[in-house]
């Protein structure tokens, strides 16, 4: 048996599979091949980046700052049902409360919701984030109990994750008490016989 023959075989055809295989350029390309599965494999969220988001989420909502912006997609939207009813708008759901990513940001530039949300609870899928949380302002000084779903996407050219969705649904009674509004419950009948 001819040893040194074969183990040069086995040792060109080990270096000529490894050439055709594309290598990361950049030690960031070989991270995130490592994190993400690179060769275009579907991402998802890991906790840091779930945390990222989240706390922007809270950011923007708390505090405005156009820094966070970079945050959004470019096809952003965000329904509520909750602003709907306060602004006007259909409670259908059949149209958003910000159709698109400069709808909400003019809005935010105007008029900034500046509410001091405090996270009670979140957890996170692969493509969506949840939040619950809580936050007392305002004439009234009610506090206010929401929900925020946050769909997110991974963007490859600016490798990260943004946030492509938002649904959020509040205690819309306690944040029109904490606004200044007021409410008139409906008349309370006789019980159905």
Partial sequence: MNL????????????????????????????????????????CLREEDANLLRDAYVRMISAWNPVDAKYLTDDFKDTSASI??????PLDGSVPTFASKQEFLDHMTVAP????????????????????????FGVAQKPVRGIAVAGATYNKQK?????????????SMAYLLDIG????????????A
């Fill in 4 to 43: 040194i023959p074969s183990l040069s075989v086995l040792v060109t055809a080990f270096m000529a599979l490894t050439s055709a295989v594309a290598l990361p350029q950049s030690e960031s390309d070989l991270v995130e091949s490592r994190i993400y599965g690179g060769g275009g494999s579907d991402k």
């Fill in 113 to 136: 919701d500046n509410l001091p949300l405090r996270v009670t609870f979140s957890t996170f899928n692969c493509n969506y984030i949840t939040i619950i949380w809580t936050a007392t």
């Fill in 159 to 171: 490798r990260m994750w943004q946030i492509k969705s938002l649904d959020v649904e509040w205690n």
């Fill in 181 to 192: 509004g007021s409410y008139t419950l409906p008349a309370q009948g006789p019980p159905p």
């Fill in 84 to 89: 709907n009813i306060l602004i006007g708008k």
